[in-house]
């Protein structure tokens, strides 16, 4: 690796999100992954793809060898400055609906909704027995 550490801006290096001109965000470094757009096995879209983020977890992820990993030497052109990369967000569950433990409103429509129609034809059926002429 370099040995004068150039430390660069987040707002700095996710400029840098083409095909032509590629930086990424891995473990804190920043590397210029131009030059491999085309060697990469998972093509060059895996790249840009983890451009303008902290791509860390997309790296270790995949669970690359040491050899990749050895590689990234060449690429490497600087620090990031840890203050300027934004916070993760963290998933907040949408809000959900109280849970109403009575549910009797609901299970007594549900009832009525299968038994009104059952009703209505036994009634029928009973009231055309009656009345049928034999």
């Known amino acids: 690796m370099a040995s004068d550490k150039k430390v660069l801006g987040f707002e700095d290096v996710s400029q840098h999100n083409k095909t032509k001109d590629c930086w990424l965000i891995i473990s804190g470094k920043v590397y210029d992954v131009t030059p491999f757009m085309d060697d990469h096995p998972g093509g ?71 038994l009104v129609p059952i009703l209505i034809l036994g009634l029928a059926l009973v009231v055309r027995q009656y009345t049928k002429k034999e």
């Open 44 to 114: 060059d879209e895996v790249l840009l793809s983890s451009t303008g983020k902290d791509a860390t977890n997309d790296f270790e992820d995949v669970g690359h060898s040491d050899t990749a990993r050895d590689m990234m030497e060449k690429y490497y052109i600087g620090e990031i400055d840890s203050s300027s990369v934004p916070k993760t967000r963290t998933y907040v569950a949408p809000a959900q609906p109280a849970y109403n433990q009575d549910k009797t409103p609901e299970f007594i429509i549900k009832i009525l909704q299968f």
